[in-house]
Nanobody
Framework: QVQLVESGGGLVQPGGSLRLSCAASGNIFRIYTMGWYRQAPGKERELVASITKRNSTNYAGSVQGRFAISRDNAKNAVYLQMNSLKPEDTAVYYC?????????WGQGTQVTVSS
């Protein structure tokens, strides 16, 4: 069973940076468009960034110009570089295929932006 494991979250001051990593036990990164999602308390989960098999990227307007998604198929990993972080970026971040798929969601990694 494929498992998705997110890491790299933490507490950071506004304006700071974090790099999130997502590792998978299978080769799903070669099959699917991968996305980074986030869910803040009391809000629905939202897609913030995605990357296709051909490395075409797309971003939510709220993170455009500040976040960068990348992938390393050889390492079965997807990354999210987050710069100029704002308090409203505080959420649990998850990676998951964008298309319909049979995989469970991972535990996510908590990102807290606060002074």
């Amino acid at each position: 069973q494929v498992q998705l494991v997110e890491s790299g979250g933490g507490l950071v001051q506004p304006g700071g940076s974090l790099r999130l990593s997502c590792a998978a036990s299978g080769n799903i990164f070669r099959i699917y468009t991968m996305g980074w999602y986030r869910q803040a308390p009391g809000k629905e989960r939202e897609l913030v960034a995605s990357i296709t098999k051909r490395n075409s990227t797309n971003y939510a307007g709220s993170v455009q110009g500040r976040f960068a998604i990348s992938r390393d198929n050889a390492k079965n990993a997807v990354y999210l570089q987050m710069n100029s972080l704002k308090p409203e970026d505080t959420a649990v971040y998850y990676c998951h295929p964008v298309e319909t798929n049979p995989y469970s969601w991972g535990q996510g990694t908590q990102v807290t932006v606060s002074s």
